[in-house]
């Protein structure tokens, strides 16, 4: 489902385990094609630095960040929107070269190589919902009474989509304004 908060929830595994990795990686797999440029990019000088990062081929930054991670483990290498076949069967090209450290792949197919364990996600409960809104804007937003009630309605607004809260937080504690005033908006510009 699209916008439950899966490259979120990734990311904030990273951060939050980062000390027990030598490496965080972050490659969009959309495509094979953006899979490959991607992990060519690994080799570059913002993120691995290799020797081989002034080659022409990309097959050869490719091999050289894939040898890079089997010789340094305990890695974590996130795949981004492996969303549909193509993008698995891009993803599983490299599957078995993959050693050494944790992928974390973030899509939504269901599809994907024998090995793989998997993890659904799907939108918060309204409980959480109205927790996350309330801790996300809390020192930011006007506060009134009815602020739960407020969370709870724009919860069922968003679909209680981890996305969709997340934006509506951002805005509610970037302009300062509180969850009726954000519905007005809400209301009166979705359909526009």
């Given at each position: 489902?699209?916008?439950?908060?899966?490259?979120?929830?990734?990311i904030?595994y990273?951060?939050?385990?980062?000390?027990d990795y030598s490496?965080?990686?972050?490659?969009?797999?959309?495509?094979?094609?953006?899979?490959?440029s991607?992990?060519?990019?690994?080799?570059?000088?913002?993120?691995l630095?290799?020797?081989?990062?002034a080659?022409h081929?990309d097959?050869?930054?490719i091999?050289?960040?894939?040898?890079?991670l089997?010789?340094?483990?305990?890695w974590?290498?996130?795949?981004?929107?492996?969303d549909?076949?193509?993008?698995?069967?891009?993803?599983?090209?490299?599957?078995?070269r993959?050693?050494?450290?944790?992928?974390l792949?973030a899509?939504?197919?269901?599809?994907?190589?024998?090995?793989?364990r998997?993890?659904?996600?799907?939108?918060?409960?309204e409980?959480?919902?109205?927790a996350?809104?309330?801790e996300?804007?809390?020192?930011?937003?006007?506060?009134?009474?009815?602020?739960?009630a407020k969370?709870?309605?724009?919860?069922?607004e968003v679909?209680?989509?981890?996305?969709?809260?997340e934006?509506?937080?951002?805005?509610?504690?970037?302009?300062?304004?509180?969850?009726?005033?954000?519905?007005?908006?809400?209301?009166?510009?979705?359909?526009?």
């Open positions: 489902l699209g916008g439950v908060g899966k490259t979120r929830l990734a904030e990273a951060l939050r385990y980062e000390k490496a965080l990686l972050l490659v969009n797999a959309e495509t094979p094609d953006s899979l490959s991607d992990l060519a990019k690994l080799a570059g000088p913002a993120i630095d290799l020797p081989e990062q080659a081929e097959a050869v930054k091999n050289a960040a894939l040898k890079w089997a010789n340094h483990p305990c974590l290498l996130i795949l981004d929107n492996v549909d076949p193509p993008a698995v069967a891009g993803f599983a090209t490299y599957f078995a993959l050693e050494g450290g944790h992928v792949i899509g939504r197919t269901p599809n994907l190589p024998a090995g793989v998997k993890f659904e996600l799907g939108a918060l409960t409980d959480a919902a109205i996350f809104l309330l996300r804007t809390q020192d930011s937003r006007l506060a009134f009474d009815d602020d739960a969370a709870l309605e724009l919860a069922r679909g209680c989509l981890a996305l969709g809260l934006q509506a937080g951002a805005y509610i504690a970037n302009e300062r304004i509180g969850f009726g005033a954000y519905l007005a908006i809400w209301r009166e510009t979705r359909n526009t």
